[in-house]
């Protein structure tokens, strides 16, 4: 059983920056391809960002290309989000998502594709 306990919401105002944080348990860490997605109230899941196992390749949504980073410590089995100016419409909550299948069924940005989840950390940001 794979856990992801996400960290580091929080309200911050328009054009400040929060880091996320999400720990995975579990040896193969480095072997799982991660993701973030959001969801705010009313409104689908949406796709933020994901990263390969190595960090070699990353993915971003439209919404947050050019101001968010996405890294991983396989070290410390943690992928952060790094949210630059943020913005009133990135309000959310977000949760961090694991890809633990050795054949994967979609894309990096595709919600399915990935088999475990965080419960999901809330960001607020004013304007």
């Known amino acids: 059983q794979v856990q992801l306990v996400e960290s580091g919401g929080g309200l911050v105002q328009a054009g400040g920056s929060l880091r996320l944080a999400c720990v995975v348990s579990g040896r193969a860490f480095n072997k799982y391809v991660m993701g973030w997605f959001r969801q705010a109230p009313g409104k689908e899941r949406e796709f933020v960002a994901a990263i390969t196992y190595s960090g070699s390749t990353t993915l971003y949504g439209d919404a947050v290309k050019g101001r968010f980073t996405i890294s991983r410590d396989n070290a410390k089995n943690t992928v952060s989000l790094q949210m630059n100016s943020l913005k009133p419409e990135d309000t959310a909550v977000y949760y961090c998502?694991?890809?633990?299948?050795?054949?994967?069924?979609?894309?990096?940005?595709?919600?399915?594709?990935?088999?475990?989840w965080g419960q999901g950390t809330q960001v607020t940001v004013s304007s």
């Open positions: 998502a694991a890809d633990t299948s050795v054949l994967p069924v979609g894309g990096l940005s595709v919600a399915r594709r990935y088999d475990y």
